[in-house]
């Protein structure tokens, strides 16, 4: 295991932590999302915990499944306690960037749904500013060159996410835009900005959302409030 997953391991484990017996839980996505699951699947089998997962993904469903980790739609509950979900970079405000796995429009709408949200990283996604890493869009495919041709003029740097030649399909089997803006100054007005374009279904901007951050850090998990 890299040094990278081994920090990953350990903010998954020390997110399970917060889970109490009875709670719903929002699952999120991703390789660190992969490692808490791992350890609340053993949980739930060491301690007869019982709770409801709530997945960000048809990933994470499977793998939940795989662990006997009972899970329902989002539709099928009246409340979400915590949601628990990676991050591809987060800024001294708390303020982030996820998507990097085509998992955000899911992972959005989970997480305004959740009383609480907790994001779990390693240091190396805590960074001063937001933007190094590209923005994620989920854009419906419909009319997706006309969309990437204004993102172009708007100079957003745009790049289709595409493997093998195939377009990157979403679990709502939408496309995927990346914009490579290196930095972004103003998310929020940013954030407005592409609310504003017909044909992004979400932007992978996730503001004033989460509660609390666990940071992988060489000498073990950092937990910081956020607000
Ligand atoms: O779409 C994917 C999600 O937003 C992930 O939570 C994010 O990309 C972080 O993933 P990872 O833990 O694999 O870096």
């Known amino acids: 295991m890299t040094k990278q997953d081994e920090l990953k391991q350990l903010?998954?484990?020390?997110?399970?932590?917060?889970i109490e017996d009875?709670?719903?839980?929002?699952?999120?996505?991703?390789?660190t999302v992969k490692f808490m699951v791992d350890a609340l699947g053993k949980r739930v089998a060491d301690?007869?915990?019982?709770?409801?997962g709530v997945p960000t993904s048809q990933r994470t469903k499977e793998q939940a499944a795989g662990l006997g980790i009972p899970t329902k739609g989002l539709d099928e509950v009246d409340h979400i306690d915590l949601t628990i979900d990676g991050?591809?970079?987060?800024?001294?405000n708390f303020q982030g960037i996820k998507g990097g796995g085509a998992a955000h429009l899911w992972e959005?709408?989970?997480?305004?749904?959740?009383?609480?949200?907790?994001?779990?990283?390693?240091?190396?996604?805590?960074?001063?500013?937001?933007?190094?890493?590209?923005?994620?869009?989920?854009?419906i495919p419909y009319g997706s060159q006309q969309l990437f041709k204004?993102?172009?003029?708007?100079?957003?740097?745009?790049?289709f996410r595409m493997k093998?030649?195939?377009?990157?399909?979403?679990?709502?089997?939408?496309?995927?835009?990346?914009l490579h803006l290196h930095k972004i100054d103003n998310p929020k007005e940013l954030a407005l900005t592409l609310d504003q374009m017909t044909g992004i279904v979400e932007h992978g901007l996730f503001l004033n959302i989460v509660n609390t951050v666990i940071v992988g850090e060489d000498d073990g998990p950092k937990v910081l409030q956020a607000r």
């Open 22 to 31: 009875g709670m719903i839980v929002g699952l999120g996505t991703g390789s």
């Open 108 to 139: 959005k709408i989970v997480a305004i749904n959740s009383t609480k949200n907790m994001w779990i990283v390693d240091k190396s996604k805590m960074v001063d500013q937001l933007g190094s890493f590209p923005l994620p869009l989920e854009v």
């Open 11 to 18: 903010v998954g484990q020390e997110a399970v932590k917060f």
């Open 150 to 159: 204004r993102l172009e003029k708007q100079g957003f740097n745009p790049v």
């Open 47 to 52: 301690e007869q915990l019982s709770i409801v």
């Open 87 to 92: 991050a591809d970079q987060i800024d001294k």
């Open 164 to 178: 093998n030649n195939n377009y990157v399909t979403t679990d709502s089997n939408n496309y995927l835009i990346d």
